[in-house]
T-cell receptor
Framework: SQQGEEDPQALSIQEGENATMNCSYKTSINNLQWYRQNSGRGLVHLILIRSNEREKPSGRLRVTLDTSKKSSSLLITASRAADTASYFCATDVSPGANNLFFGTGTRLTVIP | SQTIHQWPATLVQPVGSPLSLECTVEGTSNPNLYWYRQAAGRGLQLLFYSVGIGQISSEVPQNLSASRPQDRQFILSSKKLLLSDSGFYLC??????????????FGPGTRLLVL
């Protein structure tokens, strides 16, 4: 299936440290998105990176995409306790397709 | 601005009872609409999506059905709930774009417990 897989499944860091989460997928994509989910809440979109982009920053977040390796990473710099959440990558399949395939998520815990 | 509403927030239902979860979107027209289910500590499973009134696509065979009676209303239903229907149900919308699904915007979710 196209569904992405995040790595690691869980990550625990101290406040102020950087957190890196990885996502791998199986087939060609047009774009890849990262979402955040606080416990028991809906998902919130963070960043969309297109297949012709290699890196995209957004504040303390930075997403990279390597289409040759079919992988992406999400870097959160100078983490805060409020960054504690689950992070999911999602990939589209092809132009005109209406669906996103979500990975299984990385549970990030930032210890104050 | 666009907003998405889901209700109820929490629901406890006995096995064999019917289900109706409602999702409505405000502030946009002709959205793509989605129903997902999320098991505890797991990723999202796409259940249904709709690109227009009365147009429903099902991703997995299951005990559930969906309907879109109005442009910005998406309903998830079941005639008889199973224990395995328990989970966190999320509704989402995305703008109708030529190049694909684009960003999806999620509702707050409904936690369903079937006993």
């Amino acid at each position: 299936s196209q569904q992405g897989e995040e790595d690691p499944q869980a990550l625990s860091i101290q406040e102020g440290e950087n957190a890196t989460m990885n996502c791998s997928y199986k087939t060609s994509i047009n774009n890849l998105q990262w979402y955040r989910q606080n416990s028991g809440r809906g998902l919130v979109h963070l960043i969309l990176i297109r297949s012709n982009e290699r890196e995209k920053p957004s504040g303390r977040l930075r997403v990279t995409l390597d289409t040759s390796k079919k992988s992406s990473s999400l870097l959160i710099t100078a983490s805060r306790a409020a960054d504690t959440a689950s992070y999911f990558c999602a990939t589209d399949v092809s132009p005109g397709a209406n669906n996103l395939f979500f990975g299984t998520g990385t549970r990030l815990t930032v210890i104050p | 601005s666009q907003t998405i509403h889901q209700w109820p927030a929490t629901l406890v239902q006995p096995v064999g009872s019917p289900l109706s979860l409602e999702c409505t979107v405000e502030g946009t027209s002709n959205p793509n609409l989605y129903w997902y289910r999320q098991a505890a500590g797991r990723g999202l499973q796409l259940l249904f999506y709709s690109v227009g009134i009365g147009q429903i696509s099902s991703e997995v065979p299951q005990n559930l059905s969906a309907s879109r009676p109005q442009d910005r209303q998406f309903i998830l239903s079941s005639k008889k709930l199973l224990l395995s229907d328990s989970g966190f149900y999320l509704c989402a919308w995305s703008p109708r774009l030529a190049g694909g699904p684009g960003t999806q915007y999620f509702g707050p979710g409904t936690r369903l417990l079937v006993l």
